[in-house]
């Protein structure tokens, strides 16, 4: 009982949620389970066959029947995993513009939350997991032991992102990507089902002027309070 079993790390896009769990999960040999690319995997299978986004029927139909498979990643191009959806690799999707300005509109269905949150469970309940997210502390594993909520202002946030495309090659302008977080910001936090906040008892930590190595040190720190604190 040294370590929390289930630990759950949730923030808005770009709050490094993706970069500090995937560092923890290696240094703890948990599993790293990333709950957004479900809901991204949904929303670029919709952009691909050509289905209405905005009909929610059609978005929690396909919530319920894809099969989503996420994987030890297949191919050494920075990804952390391999998503498949009936057996397409949709990964070099995932993070395109096109799946980022609709990901909060689908995301926000509730028949494709209680489909996409119902599997996150049955995977975060197998234990020994670091799952990241929006509402992996509120919703789908309250019962984590430890729940982190890493929050940064829209313009760092915006900033990070606006790296991450430039180190992809990508060409979009900071104006388009800052404009393009606000809007998932608002979506994310003012919807009715599982809107982003952090949990009660969630340890909230604000990284603006912080670097990834001392978000890290807070967060090792964390865990070994936490074991401390079991001990006793
Ligand atoms: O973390 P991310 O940017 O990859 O998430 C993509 C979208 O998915 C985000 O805009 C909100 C949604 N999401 C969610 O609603 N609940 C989660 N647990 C994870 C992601």
């Known amino acids: 009982?040294?370590?929390?079993?289930?630990?759950?790390?949730?923030?808005?896009?770009?709050s490094g949620k993706s970069t500090l769990g995937l560092k923890l999960a290696r240094l703890l040999g948990y599993l790293y389970f990333d709950s957004g690319v479900m809901y991204r995997a949904?929303?670029?299978?919709?952009?691909?066959?050509?289905?209405d986004i905005n009909d929610e029927g059609q978005m929690t139909r396909l919530s319920e029947t894809a099969q989503i498979d996420v994987r030890p990643p297949s191919v050494a191009d920075g990804r952390d995993n391999d998503v498949l959806v009936d057996g397409e690799d949709?990964?070099?999707?995932?993070r395109t513009p096109e799946v980022d300005a609709k990901v909060s509109i689908v995301s926000a269905y509730p028949g494709v939350r209680k489909a996409l949150s119902a599997q996150q469970r049955r995977i975060g309940l197998r234990g020994k997991v670091i799952m990241i997210g929006r509402d992996i502390g509120t919703v789908?594993?309250?019962?984590?032991?430890l729940k982190i909520y890493l929050d940064a202002s829209v313009e760092e946030r915006a900033r990070r992102r606006y790296?991450?495309?430039l180190a992809r090659g990508e060409n979009i302008p900071f104006e388009q990507v800052l404009a393009s977080m606000r809007a998932r910001d608002r979506i994310d936090s003012t919807r009715e089902v599982a809107p982003l906040k952090?949990?009660?008892d969630a340890i909230i930590i604000n990284t603006d002027n912080l670097s990834v190595e001392q978000v890290f040190e807070k967060i090792k720190a964390l865990v070994g309070f936490q074991s401390e604190k079991a001990a006793v």
């Open 198 to 200: 952090p949990a009660e």
């Open 90 to 94: 949709l990964t070099p999707w995932l």
């Open 163 to 165: 790296q991450e495309c």
């Open 1 to 14: 009982m040294a370590i929390p079993n289930i630990i759950a790390i949730d923030g808005p896009a770009g």
């Open 140 to 145: 789908v594993l309250p019962e984590a032991e």
């Open 42 to 51: 949904v929303t670029s299978a919709a952009l691909k066959r050509a289905l």
